[in-house]
């Protein structure tokens, strides 16, 4: 099985703050990976798939990089509204679509 | 609208027997595999596994298998998710999600990228005796 792990678990950020969350795989996983993000109560939400591509709708803010085992995402100003909790997703695996643990991201 | 509307919550007694649901609309139920993510309180998400509504291609986590059933009423554009006995530590929200599929071509070579775009409200599921 793949394993999925991000860091921080969680961070503490102000608003303007530009934020940065990795994910890394137990193997090489290519481009294979999405980013959601999960308010408290709701269904998540897809904000990064294939590692680097917005899905539509989702503000520039938000970005993705990496490659094989290493991925980041960036929020490059933190609104009100970002304050959530992220999780990344590996799809490479033969439909077993494992999550990391998430990150979670509050008010400083 | 694309959506995925999932059944009701659930309270029931352990060894129970539990049988969620989660209906798709909007587009076509049959070309696309459905998920479901486990989420049990407070903590992260979990994959579970995935059907293919079309011809019922079903896979598992290992975590999950033989512990629920996913299964699909293409007449009816739904999956299930279902157990035969119920233990506390099943309690949880349970969430379904549709897989989309998008190809990224890179020179000769045809990549296929699966994300999940559309996800249901989810289902709470409590067991206690």
């Known amino acids: 099985d793949i394993q999925m792990t991000q860091s921080p678990s969680s961070l503490s950020a102000s608003v303007g703050d530009r934020v940065t969350i990795t994910c890394r795989a137990s193997?090489?996983?290519?481009?294979?990976l999405n980013w959601y993000q999960q308010k408290p109560g709701k269904a998540p939400k897809l904000l990064i798939y294939?590692?680097?591509s917005l899905q539509s709708g989702v503000p520039s803010r938000f970005s993705g990089s990496g490659s094989g085992t290493d991925f980041t995402l960036t929020i490059s100003s933190l609104q009100p509204e970002d304050f959530a909790t992220y999780y990344c997703?590996?799809?490479?695996?033969?439909?077993?679509?494992?999550f990391g643990p998430g990150t979670k991201v509050d008010i400083k | 609208e694309v959506q995925l509307v999932q059944s009701g919550a659930e309270v029931k007694k352990p060894g129970e027997s539990l049988k969620i649901s989660c209906k798709g609309s909007?587009?076509?139920?049959?070309?696309?595999?459905i998920g479901w993510v486990r989420q049990m309180p407070g903590k992260g998400l979990e994959w579970m596994g995935i059907?293919?509504?079309?011809?019922?291609?079903?896979r598992y986590s290992p975590s999950f298998q033989g512990q629920v059933t996913i299964s699909a009423d293409k007449s009816i554009s739904t999956a299930y998710l279902q157990w035969s006995s119920l233990k506390a530590s099943d309690t949880a929200m349970y969430y379904c999600?549709?897989?989309?599929?998008?190809?990224?071509?890179?020179?000769?070579?045809?990549?296929?990228?699966?994300?999940?775009?559309?996800w249901g409200k989810g289902t709470t599921v409590t067991v206690s005796s």
């Open positions: 999600a549709r897989a989309q599929r998008i190809t990224m071509v890179r020179g000769v070579t045809s990549y296929y990228y699966y994300y999940m775009d559309v």
């Open positions: 909007g587009y076509s139920f049959t070309s696309y595999w």
């Open positions: 059907i293919y509504p079309g011809d019922s291609d079903t």
């Open positions: 193997q090489s996983i290519s481009s294979y």
């Open positions: 294939a590692a680097s």
């Open positions: 997703q590996q799809s490479y695996s033969t439909r077993v679509f494992t």
